[in-house]
């Protein structure tokens, strides 16, 4: 090999190293949205074990728990199981402190922990209001149809709401219909 084809050889993988770390996500971006203020502590109302009956029946199931702020976060996990006792939906969720705000992650999976989003691509909510027992979350990046969520604690009731964005023109005109929003009122239970 000459001198020359060494050259051509050492740029083209130079080159191709370079693309590859540019094909790395980049950390999380500044928030663009207006900023609500907020520190990790503020999220701790919703620490502990919630669950409640669901459907018109009360047959399913739906429990949501979460950690007590550690550090700049906490984590969550959300299941609805049907009336067989079957896992439905679950979801992995995190609040992050990040530069001055909240951020939201959200994750679902089946029962076989089958993952729906992307590997790479978690749902991203950003805090738009709060109050020493509210935060509501909206739509940062990657979120679907989903434009935010609600999370109300009433004494020992915690209210939450999956809200759903209004339907583009294009899917109207295909005849899809807006996903009605999901409301949750879950009580307070003992961690066993």
Avoid at 31 to 40: G, H, L, M, R, S
Avoid at 49 to 76: C, L, V, Y
Avoid at 138 to 162: F, H, M, N
């Amino acid at each position: 090999m000459t001198s020359t084809m060494r050259w051509l050889f050492a740029a083209a993988a130079l080159a191709a190293i370079s693309l590859l770390a540019a094909r790395r996500p980049d950390p999380e971006p500044p928030v663009k949205t207006p900023q609500v203020d907020a520190t990790i502590a503020e999220a701790g109302f919703l620490a502990g074990r919630w669950q409640a009956a669901m459907g018109p029946q009360k047959d399913s199931f739906a429990e949501e728990i979460w950690s007590e702020p550690n550090g700049k976060n906490m984590i969550g996990m959300f299941r609805w199981n049907d009336s067989n006792g079957v896992s439905d939906v679950q979801e992995i969720i995190s609040i992050t402190e990040e530069n001055g705000t909240l951020l939201l992650r959200l994750r679902h999976q089946n029962a076989a922990a089958i993952a729906w989003e992307d590997k790479d691509k978690p749902m991203v909510f950003v805090l738009a209001e709060k109050s020493p027992t509210l935060a509501r979350f909206v739509s940062l990046r990657d979120t679907g149809s989903v434009a935010g969520c609600r999370y109300e604690r009433q004494g020992d009731k915690l209210l939450i709401d999956v809200l759903f964005a209004p339907l583009s023109p294009e899917a109207a005109a295909a005849g899809k219909s807006r996903r009605n929003d999901l409301h949750f009122e879950l009580t307070r239970a003992p961690l066993k």
